[in-house]
């Protein structure tokens, strides 16, 4: 999801940069476009470190028989190695 939202603001930010030429005596577009632009590369890099970092999920389920002679199944989840109990 956040890398098409980077992309997405790199484009718009390019199209305000190169692309438009109008003219405002209160909003600079270029500057507007850079700055999208700049914004859209950050959260593209962010986007690619969340998604490349590392992520393990353990799941844990364990069965037996209770004190009156029923079934228990209990499941454990852990998604990262200093979670694991």
Same mark, same amino acid.
């Given at each position: 999801m956040s890398i098409g939202t980077g992309i997405v603001l790199f484009v718009i *930010? +390019?199209?305000l940069t190169f692309a %438009?030429?109008?003219?405002?005596?209160f909003v600079d577009l270029?500057?507007?476009g850079y700055i999208l632009? *700049? +914004?859209?590369?950050?959260?593209? %890099?962010i986007g690619l470190v969340l998604m490349l970092r590392k992520r393990q999920s353990?799941?844990?389920v364990t069965q037996g028989?209770?004190?009156n002679g029923a079934?228990?199944?209990?499941?454990r989840?852990?998604?990262?190695?200093d979670d694991v109990v």
């Open positions: *930010g +390019a199209i %438009v030429n109008l003219e405002n005596s270029d500057l507007v632009m *700049g +914004a859209g590369f950050i959260v593209f %890099v353990v799941t844990t028989v209770d004190a079934s228990v199944a209990q499941r989840t852990s998604t990262t190695p």
